[in-house]
């Protein structure tokens, strides 16, 4: 099992920039592809981005394509995603998750992810 744990999050005004970091604990995060997800107010939880185990494949949300960058250091057990360009809309409850997978690929689904942070909060203002 794998404990994550997300940093990071903050109040920034539209147009800056945050880097949030998701540490994880238990066992080395090389076997797990991973992700963020976030949940803004009153709505469900949504895929924002996904990278491989290797780091050598990643997949972004339309909506934060371009903006946005998913990371990862194994060595370091911390997975990270760098926003930049950040809008009002961009507002939620950020999660990193992990998923055992097969292969070296991404995953988007939540359902297909076994483990989760509790969340850090990004709020962006107009």
């Known amino acids: 099992q794998v404990l994550l744990v997300e940093s990071g999050g903050g109040l920034v005004q539209a147009g800056g920039s945050l880097r949030l970091s998701c540490a994880a604990s238990?066992?080395?995060?090389?076997?797990?592809?991973m992700g963020w997800f976030r949940q803004g107010p009153g709505k469900e939880r949504e895929f924002v981005a996904a990278?491989?185990?290797?780091?050598?494949?990643?997949y972004y949300a339309d909506s934060v394509k371009g903006r946005f960058t998913i990371s990862r250091d194994n060595a370091k057990n911390t997975v990270y995603l760098q926003m930049n360009s950040l809008k009002p809309e961009d507002t939620a409850v950020y999660y990193c998750?992990?998923?055992w997978g097969v292969g070296s690929t991404y995953y988007s689904k939540s359902y297909e992810y076994n483990y989760w942070g509790q969340g850090t909060q990004v709020t962006v203002s107009s």
């Open positions: 998750a992990a998923t």
């Open positions: 238990g066992r080395t995060i090389s076997t797990y592809a």
């Open positions: 990278i491989s185990k290797t780091g050598s494949i990643t």
